[in-house]
C-alpha cells in the first residue's frame, strides 16, 4: 500500500509539472495583459503535432525537433497575437470568448490537417527506473526536470533581470510603468508569445509521453487555470505548486475513490483552497 | 407573359420528378468530427467510395431502369440535436428510404422515436449498440444493426473469452474502460459472461479524453489480476498498454475494441495481447486482392495514406454495405418497396471485404480476425467464421 | 415604427401556418428553445454584468428533475416544475453564497462556477440509480395543457410543440422584461456599471448578485424540462461546459445589451449549419470565426450593432 501511494505521488508530481506550465503560461498573460488565454491549450497540441511531424516524418531526432517546433507555435502565437489578441487587452470578457473561437478553428484545422485518428510517436527514452517496487518511466523522469526547469528559470528571469522586473512593475502599475520607459506594447506581445512557446514546449514533451488527437488541449488548459489560480494568479512559482499539487490530488484521490471522479478532486481542492485563501497559495494579496 | 411563365414553372415541375426517379437517394448520419469522430470517420469515408464506384460504372439496372446514387452525408458530430434535424431532412424534404448510421447509442436513441413514425417507409441500418435492444420489437421492421453482437451464443465475446482461458488460464481480470455507453455497455455484457465462467473480475472506469493512467492501473495491480481488459479505442489503448508496461503493472491484454497497433507498438515488454479486430488489415492486404483493392482506391479517391486503424470500423455502414444494397433492390426488383428490400439483405450472404450476412433478428454477421501476439512481436492470426 | 417591433413576432407565431417544412420548424423549436436559455443566461452575464459558467447545469439539473419527478411519481410536466424549481433554488444559494459571500471576482467567479458545474456533471454521470448515467434517460411522456374550450391537449407533433416552445420562450422574455424594468434591475444595472460604487449607494451586492444568479438558472431549469420532453432523450452531456459555451456564444452573438439579443443569436448558431453546404470541419471554423469576428468587429452583436446604427441616424 505504501508502494503504491509514495508511487503515485511521485506520478503525480511529474503530470503536475505539465499542469504547472501551462499554469505559467496563464498565470503570465493574465497578469500582463488582463486576460485567461483558453486557447493556450490549442498551442500545446500545435507543439506536439509539429514536434510529432518533425521526429517521425522529418526524420529528426527528439532533441533536435524541440526548437523549431517551440519556434514554430510561437510564431503562430505571435500571429495571434498581432491579429486578435491585441484588441482584447484587459477586456477578460473578450478575451475569453477570443480564445474559445480560437479554439474551434484551431482545433478544426488540425481535423482537417491530421485527422481523428490518435497519433502516436516514436519513443524518445525508454525503459524504466526501479525504485523499490516502483517503476519510473526514464521519459517521465527528463520531462520533469525539463519542465520544472523552464518554470524556475522563468521565476528566476522575472525576479532577477531588468525585463522581468519591468514586467511586474507593469502588472502592478501600467501607467507608471509605461511612464518610466517600459515599452508596454512590446511587453504585452511578448508576454503572450512567450506563454504560447511554454504551452508549445509542454506539448512537445506531451508527445513524448502520451498519444496525439486534436482535441488533446482542452483537458490541459482546464487543468492548467485550475492550478494558476491554485497557486495565485500572478506567481510564477504559485503555478508550479499549484499543478504539483493538481496532479498529486488527482492521482491519490484515484487510488482511494473511484477513478471516475478524478477530475473533480483536483476541482473540490481548487475551490476550497479558493474559500480559505481567495488569492491563492502564493498570490499578491490584494 | 405571367401565364408564359406559369407554364413554364408547371412544365419544369411536372419534368423534375422523372428525372430524380432515376437517382436513389442514400442518407447517413455519422459524427464525422467532435469528440466522437472515431466512430463515424470511417464509414463516412468509405461510403463515398464505393457511390462514386457504382455510379462510375454507369449505375445499377432494376427492372428496365438504370438508377444512379446520390449520397446525403451530413455531420451530426456526436450531437442528438443535431442528428434528429438532419434525418427529419431526409425523409421529410429529401425523401431519402436508406438511411445509414448512426453508430452511436445517444444519437440512435434520441431519433428513434421520430424514425419509428416512418416505420415501412424507409430502413435504418446502423452499428449502435443500443439498436440491439429494438431490433425485433414491434414497429421496428425498419431497423438493422451493422455490427457484430458479442453476447449471445453467435457472438464473439463468448468466442474470446473461452479462448482466452483456454490459452492462459486466467483466473482474475482487471478491466479498464471509459465511462460512457460504450464502456457501460461493454461491461454490462462481459461482467456476466466472465462471472458465468468463473473468472473473477475487477472493474475501474476512466473518465473519457484521460491521458495518464498511472493511478488507476497501479490500483487494479494491486489486485494481482493475470491480464487486463481495457477499451476500447486506440485513443485511450496506446497511452493504457504503454503506461501499464512502463509501469511495469500488466503484461497481459485482452481486448474486444481496438486494434493491434498498441500492442506491436510494445512488442518488447508484453508477453501476450489478445485481440478480436473485424480485420487485420495489415496482414489483409497481402492475401487478399479485395482489400489490396480497397486500400488502393482509397488512397487514389482521398490521396492520403490509409488509416489502418480505423479500418476495421468499415465492417459497419461503410463500403460493402452499400453494393450489399444495391443486389438487395436487384434482387427485390424495386427501389422503393423497403419491405422487400429488407426481405432480401436478411437473405443473402455478401461477400466483399467481409462475408456480411443477417441473422433473423436483422443484426450482423461477419467473419472476423483474433490476433494473438505474444513477446518480440509473434502474431498469430486467427480468422473465424461465425456462423 | 411601433408596429415595427411587433412584426417578428406576429410572423412566429404564424409562421407554421404558412410553411409545412417539419425540417425548418424544427430548427426554430430548438432555437427558441436554447434561446429561452440564452435569455436568462444574458440576466446574469450581460444585464448583471457576471460570467456564470454554471447555466448549463442549470439547464441540466432541470430536465433530470422535471423528467424524474414525472416517470418516478406520476405527476404531470406541470407539477414536476415545482420540485424542479425548488431544487434549483436550493442549489443556486449555495453556489451563490459561496461564491458571492467570499466576495470572488469576476474570473474567479466564473473559474468556481465551472468547478461546480463539472462537480454538477461527474455527479450525474455517476449516480445511475437516479440517472441512468452515461446511458441516458429516454423521455417518452408528453406535457398535457388544458385549453378551455378544446379540452387537455398532448404537447405531441411539430406544430403543438413550435407553440409550446413559443410560447415558453415569451413567457421567459416576459419574466426578463418584468425584472429588468423594476427596481431589482435597475440595481442589477448598478453591479455590472461599477460594484464598489453601487455597494457604498447602499446596494446590497451579495443579495442582488444571488438573485440575479437564481432567477437566471431557474429560468434555464425550465428552459432545460421544456428541451428534454421535446428531444426525447437527456444525457449527462446537457451539464457540459461546451453547453455553456455554446449559450455564451448565442449571448454574444446575438448581442447581450438587450433581452432578445440573445434569441436572435440562438437562432443563428441553431440553423446555420443547415443552411450553409460546407465538410465538417470547415463548419467548425466558421462557427469559431463568426465569434471571433462578432467580438473584434461587433462586440454588441447583432442586435446591439443595429441598434446602435439606427440611433446614430
Known amino acids: 500500500m505504501m508502494q503504491l501511494l509514495i508511487g503515485q505521488v511521485l506520478n503525480g508530481i511529474i503530470v503536475g509539472t505539465l499542469y504547472g506550465v501551462i499554469a505559467l503560461g496563464v498565470t503570465l498573460t493574465f497578469g500582463i495583459t488582463g486576460i485567461v488565454n483558453f486557447a493556450l491549450g490549442e498551442f500545446m497540441m500545435i507543439g506536439a503535432y509539429f514536434t510529432w511531424y518533425l521526429v517521425d516524418f522529418g526524420g529528426l531526432p527528439f532533441a533536435v525537433a ?27 470578457v473578450n478575451g475569453l470568448l477570443v480564445s474559445i473561437g480560437l479554439i474551434s478553428v484551431v482545433e478544426a484545422g488540425a481535423l482537417l490537417l491530421w485527422s481523428a485518428t490518435p497519433k502516436e510517436m516514436s519513443y524518445v527514452l525508454t525503459g524504466s527506473l526501479q525504485l523499490g517496487g516502483i517503476s519510473l518511466p526514464r521519459m517521465k523522469l527528463l520531462v520533469f526536470g525539463l519542465l520544472a526547469a523552464v518554470i524556475l528559470c522563468t521565476y528566476a528571469a522575472l525576479s532577477r533581470t531588468w525585463m522581468g522586473r519591468a514586467a511586474y512593475a507593469f502588472a502592478q502599475n501600467p501607467e507608471a510603468a509605461m511612464l518610466m520607459g517600459v515599452k508596454t506594447a512590446r511587453l504585452q506581445t511578448g508576454v503572450v508569445v512567450y506563454s504560447t512557446a511554454l504551452a508549445g514546449f509542454g506539448g512537445s514533451l506531451y508527445a513524448s509521453l502520451y498519444t496525439l488527437e486534436p482535441a488533446m488541449g482542452g483537458l490541459y488548459i482546464l487543468k492548467g487555470v485550475e492550478a494558476a489560480i491554485l497557486g495565485g494568479i500572478g506567481s510564477p512559482l504559485g503555478s508550479l505548486v499549484g499543478g504539483l499539487i493538481l496532479g498529486v490530488t488527482e492521482a491519490v484521490g484515484s487510488i482511494y475513490l473511484p477513478s471516475a471522479f478524478r477530475d473533480a478532486y483536483g476541482l473540490i481542492f481548487v475551490v476550497a483552497i479558493l474559500l480559505y485563501r481567495p488569492s491563492g497559495l502564493f498570490g499578491a494579496d490584494k | 407573359m405571367t401565364r408564359m411563365l406559369v407554364w413554364i414553372c408547371a412544365i419544369a415541375f411536372a419534368v423534375t420528378p422523372s428525372f430524380a426517379q432515376d437517382v436513389v437517394k442514400i442518407g447517413q448520419i455519422e459524427a464525422q468530427t467532435g469528440p466522437n469522430a472515431i466512430y463515424g470517420y470511417m464509414s463516412s469515408q468509405g461510403m463515398p467510395i464505393a457511390v462514386d464506384q457504382i455510379n462510375k460504372a454507369g449505375g445499377f439496372k432494376v427492372g428496365d431502369k438504370t438508377y444512379k446514387l446520390e449520397l446525403i452525408s451530413p455531420d451530426t458530430r456526436g450531437d442528438p440535436k443535431e442528428a434528429s434535424i438532419q434525418l427529419k431532412k431526409m425523409l421529410e424534404t429529401d425523401g431519402v428510404k436508406f438511411v445509414f448510421g448512426p453508430f452511436l447509442s445517444n444519437v440512435f436513441v434520441t431519433v428513434e422515436p421520430y424514425a419509428k413514425q416512418f416505420n415501412g417507409k424507409f430502413l435504418m441500418m446502423g452499428g449502435a449498440t443500443r439498436i440491439h435492444e429494438f431490433l425485433d420489437t414491434p414497429d421496428h421492421e425498419f431497423l438493422m444493426r451493422t455490427w457484430n453482437w458479442d453476447a449471445g451464443p453467435k457472438g464473439f465475446g463468448n468466442l474470446m473469452v473461452d479462448r482466452l ?32 465462467k468463473g473468472v473473477e473480475t475487477q472493474l475501474e472506469f476512466f473518465e473519457p479524453g484521460t491521458k495518464d493512467f498511472s493511478a488507476v492501473l497501479a490500483k487494479l495491480a494491486a489486485g494481482k489480476p493475470d491480464i487486463l481488459f481495457p477499451g476500447y479505442t486506440d485513443a485511450a489503448l496506446y497511452d ?7 509501469g511495469n503493472y500488466f503484461r497481459r491484454f485482452f481486448l474486444v475494441r481496438g486494434s493491434l497497433g498498441p500492442g506491436l507498438k510494445n512488442k518488447d515488454q508484453i508477453d501476450d495481447y489478445f485481440v478480436y479486430v473485424p480485420k487485420y488489415f495489415e496482414q489483409a492486404e497481402k492475401t487478399d486482392p479485395k482489400i489490396a483493392k480497397f486500400v488502393a482506391d482509397y488512397k487514389a479517391f482521398y490521396k492520403r495514406d490509409f488509416p489502418y486503424d480505423q479500418a476495421p470500423l468499415c465492417s459497419s455502414s461503410c463500403y460493402d454495405h452499400v453494393f450489399m444494397l444495391v443486389e438487395a433492390m436487384k434482387k427485390a426488383g424495386s427501389v422503393t418497396d423497403v419491405t422487400k428490400i429488407r426481405k432480401e439483405l436478411l437473405a443473402m450472404t455478401y461477400d466483399g471485404l467481409w462475408k456480411i450476412s443477417y ?12 490476433v494473438h501476439m505474444t513477446k518480440g512481436g509473434k502474431i498469430a492470426v486467427t480468422s473465424i467464421e461465425a456462423r | 415604427m411601433k408596429v415595427l417591433r411587433w412584426l417578428p413576432w406576429v410572423a412566429l407565431a404564424v409562421l407554421p401556418l404558412v410553411l409545412h417544412s417539419n425540417f425548418i420548424l424544427t430548427i426554430f423549436i430548438f432555437s427558441f428553445i436554447l434561446g429561452m436559455a ?64 467570499f466576495k470572488l471576482k469576476a474570473f474567479y467567479f466564473a473559474v468556481v462556477t465551472m468547478a461546480f458545474s463539472e462537480l454538477a456533471r461527474l455527479i450525474v454521470l455517476n449516480w445511475n440509480s437516479v440517472t441512468n448515467g452515461t446511458l441516458g434517460l429516454m423521455v417518452l411522456d408528453k406535457p398535457v395543457v388544458w385549453i378551455p374550450g378544446a379540452g387537455s391537449l398532448k404537447i405531441d407533433g411539430t406544430t403543438a410543440w413550435y407553440y409550446f416552445s413559443f410560447i415558453g420562450l415569451m413567457m421567459t422574455v416576459a419574466v426578463c422584461a418584468i425584472v429588468l424594468r423594476s427596481w431589482i434591475g435597475r440595481c442589477f444595472a448598478a453591479i455590472r456599471l461599477n460594484e464598489d460604487l453601487a455597494q457604498t449607494l447602499g446596494i446590497d451586492i451579495f443579495r442582488y448578485k444571488l438573485l440575479s444568479f437564481m432567477i437566471a438558472n431557474i429560468l434555464a431549469a425550465l428552459a432545460g424540462s421544456v428541451y428534454a420532453f421535446y428531444i426525447g432523450y437527456i444525457e449527462p452531456s446537457y451539464l457540459s461546459i461546451a453547453q455553456s459555451l455554446d449559450i455564451i456564444a448565442m449571448v454574444l452573438l446575438g448581442g447581450r445589451s438587450s433581452i432578445i439579443g440573445p ?11 443547415h443552411v450553409i453546404e460546407l465538410s465538417a470541419e470547415l463548419r467548425v471554423i466558421l462557427y469559431g470565426l463568426i465569434l471571433i469576428l462578432t467580438i473584434l468587429l461587433m462586440p454588441n452583436g447583432i442586435v446591439g450593432t443595429l441598434v446602435s446604427r439606427r440611433r446614430a441616424t
Request: with cysteine.
Open chain 2, 240 to 246: 493504457i498498454v504503454r503506461q501499464a508496461t512502463e
Open chain 2, 359 to 370: 441473422d433473423e433478428h436483422g443484426e450482423e454477421i461477419i467473419n472476423f480476425d483474433v
Open chain 2, 165 to 196: 482461458i483456454k490459452d492462459t488460464g486466467a483466473k482474475k481480470v482487471a478491466i479498464l474502460i471509459q465511462n460512457d455507453q460504450g464502456g457501460k455497455v461493454i461491461a454490462d455484457i462481459y461482467l456476466p459472461m466472465f462471472k458465468a
Open chain 3, 263 to 273: 434569441i436572435v443569436g440562438a437562432f443563428v448558431l441553431t440553423g446555420l449549419p
Open chain 3, 38 to 101: 440564452a435569455v436568462s443566461f444574458n440576466l446574469v452575464f450581460g444585464f448583471t454584468g457576471q460570467l456564470s459558467m454554471f447555466h448549463a447545469a442549470a439547464f441540466g439539473i432541470g430536465a433530470y428533475v422535471t423528467y424524474l419527478a414525472v416517470s418516478r411519481w406520476h405527476v404531470s410536466f406541470w407539477i414536476a416544475l415545482l420540485p424542479t424549481i425548488a431544487i434549483t433554488v436550493a442549489i443556486s444559494i449555495v453556489v451563490g453564497v459561496i461564491c458571492f459571500k
Open chain 1, 66 to 92: 524541440l526548437l523549431p517546433a517551440v519556434a514554430g507555435t510561437a510564431a503562430c502565437g505571435f500571429l495571434t497575437d498581432q491579429l486578435l489578441f491585441r484588441f482584447t487587452r484587459n477586456n477578460l
